[in-house]
């Protein structure tokens, strides 16, 4: 009778441990999900290299994130990737730095200034300034396809429908993407239409940074987000993830989401030749590649 009761225990306690480990599965699969697009929505994404922040050269002329960069990224015919950013009068414009010392040498952020004290000043030492996302797409008019990352470091909302008045009316084929889900999450409520791809990497702070005084996130931040388990919030249809010191392994379990994977950012031959058979595409900073 005893072994009976002990058999029945066993076999209790085992059918709970793998519905436990059913619902941590299906938790995860629900944390992890992506939103799958039909290709013909997408496959602009692996068309052609994607050239980060224009084809520039930030030494002799054609810097990061402006006109002639875009320009010679049109004429290449390669996707454009560039970041936008807020200025203190609620203006859009392109520009990856939080702050302006690095590319104007001025003190203090972008959202302290307003666009037209920022175009008073050309990008180092060059005849461009940075520009307004609109004039930007004037420039590309649809001859390339454009992923825009949305650098918010504010309350979600405001500047994502800014951004997305400005989109509207846009007709060539383009993407926004970010590595605060939310700001996705944003779109997908708001603008399901427009395409969306999650940002993502090991979230390091360099030591240039952290002198400017940014500190890392909290370990259980970096876990959820580097592991992509706050896609239940964006709901990408595409996924952009560092290339540095990641795994095979890992690329091969973000590709089990069925969507775009993207690998950021490859800066010479070398890497190129690493990476090139793991992704669906790479988004470089250098255009000479075989």
């Given amino acids: 009778m005893k072994k009976t009761r ?12 793998l519905v436990l480990i059913a619902g941590f599965f299906g938790l995860y699969v629900y944390l992890r999900s992506a939103e799958v697009l039909d290709p013909s929505r997408i496959d602009w994404l692996t068309g052609t290299l994607v050239a980060h922040r224009g084809v520039h050269d930030n030494e002799n002329g054609t810097p990061e994130n402006t006109l002639a960069a875009f320009g010679a990224a049109i004429e290449r015919g390669l996707i454009i990737e560039l970041d936008v950013q807020s200025t203190k009068d609620n203006q859009i414009v392109v520009v990856h730095d939080d702050d302006l010392e690095r590319l104007l040498g001025l003190a203090g952020k972008v959202k302290e200034y307003t666009y037209d004290e920022i175009k008073q000043k050309n990008i180092l030492d060059s005849d461009q300034v940075i520009p307004l996302l609109s004039d930007v797409l004037d420039l590309v008019d649809g001859k390339v396809p454009v992923l825009i990352e949305i650098k918010n470091d504010q309350e979600v909302g405001e500047f994502e429908s800014r951004v997305a008045r400005i ?39 360099s030591e240039e940074d952290k002198l400017k005084g940014k500190k890392p996130r909290v370990w259980y931040e ?12 964006s709901r990408p249809n595409f996924i952009v993830y560092e290339i540095k010191d990641t795994s095979l392994a890992r690329i ?36 000479d590649l075989k």
């Fill in 252 to 287: 091969r379990w973000f590709k089990e989401l069925n969507v775009p994977l993207l690998g950021y950012t490859i800066d010479n031959q070398e890497e190129y030749d690493q990476a090139k058979g793991y992704y669906d595409n790479l988004i470089v900073n250098t255009v």
């Fill in 222 to 233: 970096r876990f959820m987000l580097s592991n992509l388990l706050v896609n239940f919030e």
């Fill in 6 to 17: 002990s058999k029945k225990t066993k076999q209790i306690l085992r059918g709970g441990f």
């Fill in 167 to 205: 989109l509207e009316d846009y007709e060539g084929r383009f993407a926004v993407i970010a590595f605060n889900p939310y700001t996705l999450r944003w779109f997908r409520d708001n603008e399901p239409e427009i395409v969306r791809g999650q940002i993502s990497g090991h979230y390091t702070v």
